[in-house]
């Protein structure tokens, strides 16, 4: 995916999403794209590579906590 398609769906979406949201999407893009996604999505979105790394950890994190036994946290 292209930096200027990557934005342009950026600048659809963002007005609609509040701040972790955001994060959330741009984590799940940087994922998708695999190597070089945080960086390519940082540049896209306008948020900072920390953020993306960080949103896309977030994601990982949830998912880790999913698989946790009933009762765990």
């Known amino acids: 995916m292209s930096e ?8 659809e979406i963002w007005p609609h999403l509040n701040e972790r949201q955001r994060r959330v999407v741009a ?3 940087a994922r ?3 190597w070089g996604g945080v ?4 540049r896209a979105s306008g948020l ?6 960080k949103a896309v950890h ?3 994190s949830a998912e880790q906590a999913e ?3 009933p009762g765990r946290s």
């Open 4 to 11: 200027e398609v990557l934005a342009a769906k950026f600048v």
């Open 27 to 29: 984590g799940a893009e």
């Open 32 to 34: 998708s794209l695999g």
């Open 39 to 42: 960086s390519l999505v940082a």
């Open 48 to 53: 900072s590579i920390p953020t993306v790394r």
């Open 58 to 60: 977030e994601l990982t």
């Open 67 to 69: 698989q946790l036994p």
